[in-house]
């Protein structure tokens, strides 16, 4: 499961300019500032690979495109554009339906959707929202709970209400199977073997 090399292949403007391989892929997906460039730099650990933008509001912009990113040779990380950013204008929400649902529902070497969700706030309805698109459509996804340094009680390691309230909620829409989560901190490095075994099984399922 380890990542011994990462090439940046391209930014896509629209889902039929991606990449025409069949090389499989996980689309990394949330909220803009919820720690996605930091996951990826985490995942990669190369300071280089996704920048990690301090201002909402660069992210967001940077994030428009569709990026893919080869490791290994193998397989892809793809950086999709963050969603809801509190200051964005509807345009730009709208952008994102037309553009990455249109993803979603045709990119068939997509084998999982990591829908990250920031573990230091209480569920949010635009996550929410997303999770129950994402399962009405059966595309396969993974929670990534994120910050989870941030978390109530102890060192993060055991899900606290935020998370707790989050499956809760979640749970009606999944009642056949929910899907899998794991626990992250880009800062204490919390969850990254897990989530690279778990990608790895995904792969050679
Ligand atoms: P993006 O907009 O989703 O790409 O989010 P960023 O990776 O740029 O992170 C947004 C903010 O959250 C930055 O200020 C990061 O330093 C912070 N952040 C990201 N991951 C973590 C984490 O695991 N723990 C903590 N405490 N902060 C984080």
Redesign the pocket.
Known sequence: AKIKEVDFVKSSNRPKDCPKDDRPEFAML?????????????LVRKKDV?L???K?GL??MK?QLINHFLVNKSWYIVDLP?YGFANAPDSARMDWSSFTKGYFLNRESLVSVLL?I?A?VPPQKIDLDCANWLGRNNIPMTFVF?????MKGGKGRRPDENIRNFQELIAESFRQQHPPWIM?????G?GRDELLLHMSQLRNY
């Open positions: 949330g909220r803009s500032n919820v720690g996605k460039s930091s996951l990826i730099n985490f996704a990690t933008s301090k909402p992210t967001f994030t963050g990250l920031d230091s994120t910050k989870c340094d941030k992250t901190s880009s800062v204490t919390l």
